[in-house]
């Protein structure tokens, strides 16, 4: 067992590729002033005492902080950061943290690391580029380093399997948000717009605490923007991941006994729970990163049954009048933080563009799109 961990390693990530184009690719252009980061204090909601923490795992720091900006325009962003998953003894025996040089040398993020500063990214967040929609908005930027798409309430305890010792992870994602929105209702007043979205993990977030967010700001126009998270997963996964984190469902869309099963489509019930909302989602058609995820999670042919569950639940969605997909060519993983906001137009028209249609009054422009003849995967299919 002395070589399992790198086994898997090598087996479940090299061959999927889940190096493909990294996501904290620096903005050359983008403002560093404006950001401010904010360690949150030990806050008590509802009769309990929340410390925001990360996920503990051996050797890493414990120390969560988030960052905001506050813009010029009466619009508020609030995006969720992305960094992978682990569910279970094996995922989350490889963490990846702040020395790795990759975003393959792990599993998930344990631990904040330097590239966790919004002035680095791209995309939305140059606040230069007279193309980004969100440009003069104030933002909030949200960390991930809790192994459990900022949707956990638990500390769980794993067998590590090379070693046979127990250790634990502190999945404490939907309890970090907590706090992170308590302390924006102190510090934003009711915006005019709204934009919740999320990038992978980041993508899960946002639909994770949309309700809470809508019901600390009900006021104005909101969009939720899923980024490379389509929710493609395995029954197997979905009950391990319930009890490894206790995973946060939204109370005003789902009752207390709610089982999840790979149907459940948590953004359709949003989008019929909040119908003068609009909801979106951005994936390209072989993304390799979440088919190898949805391979880890014991999926039989999981490059082609990705992409085949991945259709159906878009063209199911699309039945909702507030709901829009954009499905672009390739198989790269997650697009809001990268230059290629800004040149992807594989769908027929540009994702800048298609999103500022979102976040218009009207929504003119705003249609569901999709590459053509770009069904066909454009690398050899491993996994």
Request: include cysteine.
């Amino acid at each position: 067992m002395a070589d399992f961990k790198a086994w898997v390693v090598v087996a479940a990530l090299a061959l999927s590729g889940c190096t493909a184009a990294r996501a904290d690719a620096p903005a050359e252009t983008a403002q560093a002033t404006g950001w401010v980061q904010v360690t949150p204090p030990p806050t008590r909601l509802d009769g309990r005492l929340y410390q925001a923490t990360c996920s503990e795992a051996a050797g890493t720091d414990p120390a969560y902080r988030f960052w905001f900006r506050r813009g010029t325009a009466d619009g508020l962003v609030i995006f969720f950061d992305g960094g992978g998953a682990c569910w279970d003894d094996i995922t989350c025996a490889i963490p990846r943290r702040r020395e790795a040089e990759r975003d393959d040398d792990g599993f998930y993020k344990a631990e904040l690391i330097p590239t966790d500063t919004p002035d680095r990214f791209n995309g939305i967040f140059d606040l230069s580029n007279p193309r980004n929609p969100v440009r003069d908005w104030s933002f909030v930027y949200v960390p991930y380093c809790t192994g459990d798409v900022h949707s956990g309430s638990n500390t769980a305890t794993y067998t590590d399997p090379d070693t046979g010792a127990p250790y634990r992870i502190e999945h404490r994602g939907a309890d970090n948000f907590r706090v992170v929105l308590n302390w924006m209702k102190d510090n934003f007043s009711q915006p005019q717009r709204i934009l919740v979205a999320g990038s992978s993990a980041g993508a899960y977030g946002a639909s994770t605490h949309y309700a809470r967010i809508r019901a600390a700001f009900p006021r104005g126009q909101a969009l939720m923007f899923g980024d490379a998270g389509q929710g493609v997963m395995t029954q197997a996964f979905l009950d391990q991941r319930n009890t490894s984190w206790r995973f946060a469902l939204p109370r005003e869309v789902f009752s207390r006994n709610t089982r999840l099963t790979p149907d459940t489509d948590i953004v359709a019930r949003l989008a019929a729970r909040y119908p003068r909302d609009r909801f979106a989602q951005y994936t390209t058609a072989h993304d390799i990163t979440q088919s190898s995820f949805y391979a880890l999670m014991g999926a039989e042919n999981a490059c082609m049954a990705w992409t085949s569950a991945m259709v159906t639940d878009l063209e199911e969605r699309q039945r909702a009048d507030n709901f829009r997909s954009y499905l672009a060519s390739g198989e790269t993983h997650s697009i809001l933080r990268t230059p290629r906001f800004y040149t992807e137009q594989s769908g027929g028209a540009p994702l800048a563009e298609w999103l500022a249609a979102a976040l218009s009054a009207d929504g003119a422009g705003w249609e569901n799109r999709a590459c053509q003849d770009c069904m066909v995967r454009p690398t050899r299919c491993a996994y």
